[in-house]
């Protein structure tokens, strides 16, 4: 089993819609929890992090992790045809060290 | 510059032919990144330095590639013997690594074709 699995689309949806994008990761030793988002031919910027379980909200972003089913969500609220790109979620233990990356998920919004 | 800079953009270049890649960090960044992303597949890390030593480079594929660092800042990564499985891109990354997330910034990439 692969250290972090995303499914790779590509996610087409229309704009408005809700957006849930998705990770799940083995290694439990996992503390942090981060998104990039990569537009094409760019590379990837951090759009949001959690640390341990629970939520977080950034404008019209929530990150949520459930350590306990090691999964973790992204969920994109009104999507905007800006957001096409693809998002790749990056868990790390704690102190510091390489971040694992998943394959990322293309996320498609239609005008 | 602002951002981590990359060069060349694009390069392609024949079976078998040396090519070295450089990566520019964001200033006063003490941890640098190289990472490669080909068609389809995710970012597969290759090498990380911090300051001028490269405490893991467990992901170099295999003795064709190298990568060393200078001064603390630019960064060359070299592959000998090009293959055209190397045909990707490879991304550098720069962090203040140690403070607050580690959050990784990125160049655009070097888009290497192998022909």
């Known amino acids: 089993q692969k250290e972090v699995e995303q499914d790779p689309g590509p996610l087409s949806v229309p704009e408005g819609a809700i957006v849930s994008l998705n990770c799940t990761y083995s290694?439990?030793?996992?503390?942090?929890f981060m998104w990039y988002r990569q537009y094409s031919r760019k590379g990837p910027e951090l759009l949001m992090y959690?640390?341990?379980?629970g939520n977080k909200e950034d404008g019209r972003f929530t990150a949520q992790v459930d350590k306990s089913s090691k999964y973790i969500s992204l969920f994109i609220r009104d999507s905007q045809p800006s957001d096409s790109a693809t998002y790749l979620c990056a868990p790390r233990p704690s102190g510091y060290s390489t971040l694992t990356f998943g394959k990322g998920t293309m996320l498609l919004v239609s005008p | 510059g602002a951002g981590v800079s990359q060069s060349p953009s694009n390069k392609v270049t024949e079976k078998g032919k040396d090519v070295e890649l450089r990566c520019d960090p964001i200033?006063?960044?003490?941890?640098l990144y190289w990472y490669r992303q080909s068609l389809g597949q995710g970012l597969e890390f290759l090498i990380y330095?911090?300051?001028?030593?490269?405490?893991?480079k467990s992901g170099l594929p295999s003795d064709r590639f190298s990568a060393e660092r200078t001064g603390g800042s630019v960064s060359t990564l070299t592959i000998q013997r090009t293959q055209q499985e190397d045909s990707a891109v490879y991304l550098c990354?720069?962090?203040?690594?140690?403070?607050?997330?580690?959050?990784?910034?990125f160049g655009e990439g070097s888009r290497l074709t192998v022909l």
């Open positions: 330095f911090q300051g001028n030593s490269a405490p893991d």
């Open positions: 959690t640390y341990s379980s």
């Open positions: 990354a720069s962090s203040l690594r140690g403070q607050g997330t580690g959050e990784l910034f």
């Open positions: 290694n439990s030793a996992f503390q942090y």
């Open positions: 200033s006063g960044h003490t941890a």
